[in-house]
């Protein structure tokens, strides 16, 4: 019969924050408020950081973990919905997140980088958290 190792932490020693991290993900999308933006895909870079509980993870199932391949599922989906503004589109998409009562916290910046030529992006950023 094998046992299983248990590692305990000192008492001392506590888990200020633990993050996961999206940077730079690149969607292309039918996005915006003007007629042009609804005709043709542009590109949208989306950084997130999601702040969580504390957690204490056995490494056997995804389920122990906020998995952002979930969150980019998401990110895809929302998209595909008629939003005019980037305010919008990142209240959906942190609401959608927060369904997981782990989450505390949602950082979120989506640029546009091809709606303003005289400049490398154009975008939004909002963090919130659970009270």
Request: hydrophobic share 35%; glycine share 2%.
């Amino acid at each position: 019969m094998s046992e299983k190792k248990v590692i305990k932490i000192k008492n001392n020693i506590k888990t200020s924050e633990e993050v996961i991290i999206i940077k730079n993900l690149k969607l292309n999308a039918k996005f915006g408020y003007y007629p042009h933006e609804k005709i043709t895909k542009q590109e949208l870079v989306f950084n997130l950081k999601i702040f969580t509980n504390e957690n204490l993870y056995q490494d056997n199932s995804l389920n122990e973990i906020i998995d952002y391949d979930q969150i980019i599922k998401v990110i895809k989906k929302i998209l595909n919905e008629d939003i005019n503004f980037l305010e919008t589109l990142s209240e959906k998409i942190i609401t959608k997140i927060f369904d997981d009562q782990r989450v505390n916290k949602v950082k979120i910046r989506i640029e546009k980088t091809q709606a303003v030529k005289e400049c490398e992006s154009v975008g939004y950023e909002i963090t919130k958290k659970r009270i």
